[in-house]
């Protein structure tokens, strides 16, 4: 870390920490997820949580936990639960943006079908405050776990707030950078914040380290989300886990889309103009697009926004006293702004 002495780990390293605390949490929320009655709402439930995945929101709390003194071991229910919303959303997203595909395996109203994946995003929502009511670390006031439900419902009403917009964003004829930054911290940065917030005050941090914490991954989340949009378009599609382009044929205004709209010649903007919001656009419109789009340099532009917005996240962390956990957060950040899919 530039200034403070402490080198970053190695991709390899902050994988192998990510599968270890994502076995620790995902053990904790299968075993919130075992009722069996009826047993297919339990079973669609669990349907998302197993296909696995990074887990980057709770090790951002565990590590914010311990980043301000706090034993890391306190931080995973809350780590979990804050999971859990994670995965609400998704289910929900996915019966709104009609995907058959995430992680690489039918979603969960393609599986048990749109009304019990609502019942199961609902289930795995209420679950959150069971956790953090039923969990509360020792040592933890009454007064900081109701800190936490607040942190996480702000986080909540904001997420829906960001949603709501993407989803008007498609049928918009103009929607500015600033609208797009707006719109993607409140759909995902809000939820990092949150998470970094969540494991602060398990932490007995100072309201300065949480407040720091919390801009921190605010700026993390908006940076990881512009390079979710790009892979979108550029990931093997095998190993993004699911379709290629259909942000494209959802006609979503992504920071990608908003700066080729504007830069591009007229050629390339015709040729995203054939496949944006075309559901039915072939794979070879939706190729054709995303080379125009590599054309207009608009990818190019979204990778250089999302390290302003990495570089801006390490700034909000140097206000955290140098620590192991602290180089864990800012390798956390480097990983997801350079992963692959």
């Known amino acids: 870390m530039s200034g403070t002495g402490i080198g970053l780990k190695s991709g390899h390293d902050i994988r192998e920490e990510l599968a270890e605390n994502a076995a620790k949490v995902d053990a904790f929320m299968l075993g919130e997820l075992r009722g069996d009655r009826p047993a297919a709402l339990y079973e ?20 914010a936990c311990e980043a301000v003194g706090g034993d890391p071991v306190d ?27 995430r992680r690489g395996r039918p979603t969960v109203h393609v599986m048990f079908g749109v009304p019990m994946a609502i019942l199961a995003g609902d289930l795995l ?3 959150v405050y069971d956790i953090m009511a039923r969990h509360a670390p020792r040592g933890v006031s009454p007064a900081d776990v109701v800190r936490s439900f607040d942190s996480t419902t702000q986080a909540t009403l904001t997420l829906c707030q960001g949603q709501a917009l993407d989803m008007e964003f498609s049928d918009a004829n103009e929607v500015s950078e600033d609208d797009y930054v ?32 919390g801009r921190f991954a605010w700026d993390a989340g908006i940076a990881f989300q512009i390079v979710d949009d790009v892979l979108g378009l550029t990931a093997d599609e095998d190993a993004l886990g699911k379709p290629v382009g259909s942000d494209i044929r959802e006609g979503k205004k992504t920071l990608v889309v908003i700066y080729a709209l504007k830069h591009s010649e007229k050629q390339h903007r015709e040729a ?46 140097e206000r955290l006293p140098d620590s192991d956990a602290k180089r864990d957060l800012r390798a956390l950040v480097d990983y997801f702004v350079k992963r692959e899919y």
């Open 75 to 101: 931080a995973v229910p809350y780590a979990a639960a804050l999971e859990l919303l994670h995965n609400f959303t998704l289910v929900h997203d996915d019966v709104m943006d009609h995907d058959d595909l």
């Open 125 to 127: 929502f209420a679950k």
């Open 182 to 213: 707006f719109m993607v911290g409140a759909k995902t940065g809000a939820l990092f914040r949150a998470c970094a917030q969540v494991g602060a005050i398990v932490g007995g941090g100072s309201v300065e380290h949480v407040e720091a914490l």
């Open 44 to 63: 669609a439930s669990r349907h998302l949580i197993e296909a696995g995945g990074k887990r980057l929101r709770p090790y951002m709390t565990v590590k």
């Open 272 to 317: 995203l103009l054939r496949a944006l919001g075309v559901e039915d656009a072939d794979d070879d419109t939706i190729v054709k697009a995303v080379e125009a789009l590599r054309a207009s340099g608009s990818i190019q532009h979204a990778k250089d926004t999302a390290k302003r917005y990495m570089d801006s996240a390490y700034v909000m962390l």
